[in-house]
C-alpha cells in the first residue's frame, strides 16, 4: 500500500475534516499536533504546505492499513464506505473505531442504514459533529460526501 493508492476524495474530506495548520499547535487533549490532524509532533515545529500534504497523504495511508488489517471484510463495501472507516480510523485511530462493535456488524452484514444510525449514537460523534453526520450519510448512500465542493484545477 503507497501513498498513491488512497483516493484523492479521502484526501480531500480528511483536508476539510481535520483543517491545516502549519505550526505545531496542542489539540483539545493536550497532544501536540501539525499540518492535517498529524500526531506526534513538538512545540516550535513548522511546515510548508508540500510538507503537510505529503505526511496528511503517509498518514492517511498508514490508516488504511490500520483497517485493511483489522476490518479485512471492510474491503468488501466498495471504495466509498471503506472509506468512512479509514476516515474514522485517521481520526480516533483503529482501536477506538474497532470499538464501535453495533456499527462495525452492522457494516459487515450490509445494512448500511444501522450502520449510520450506530456511527450517530456515539460519543465519537458528538465530539466530531458534522464529520460524523457526513460520514453516516456517505456510509447510507455509498457516495462521496464532503462539507464543501472540490475545488475545480
Do not use: K
Not at 505545531?24 to 500534504?53: C, E, K, N
Not at 460519543?123 to 460520514?135: E, I, N, T
Amino acid at each position: 500500500m503507497t501513498d498513491s493508492d488512497v483516493p484523492e476524495e479521502l484526501i480531500a474530506q480528511l483536508q476539510q475534516d481535520e483543517g491545516l495548520r502549519l505550526t505545531a499547535y496542542q489539540d483539545v487533549f493536550g497532544h501536540w499536533t501539525i499540518g492535517y490532524g498529524h500526531t506526534p509532533s513538538r512545540p516550535g515545529m513548522i511546515w510548508t504546505h508540500d510538507q503537510a500534504l505529503a505526511m496528511l497523504r503517509a498518514d492517511c495511508a498508514a490508516a488504511l492499513r490500520d483497517v485493511d488489517r483489522v476490518l479485512p471484510w471492510a474491503r468488501r463495501l466498495g471504495p466509498v464506505r471503506h472509506a468512512v472507516f479509514v476516515n474514522m480510523a485517521f481520526n480516533m485511530g483503529i482501536g477506538r473505531l474497532n470499538g464501535f462493535h453495533r456499527a462495525l456488524a452492522a457494516a459487515r452484514r450490509g445494512d448500511h442504514e444501522a450502520c449510520a444510525h450506530q456511527m450517530l449514537d456515539s460519543l465519537w460523534a458528538q465530539q466530531v459533529g458534522d464529520r460524523a453526520h457526513r460520514l453516516a450519510r456517505q456510509m447510507r448512500t455509498n457516495e462521496w460526501v464532503l462539507a464543501q465542493p472540490l475545488p475545480r484545477p
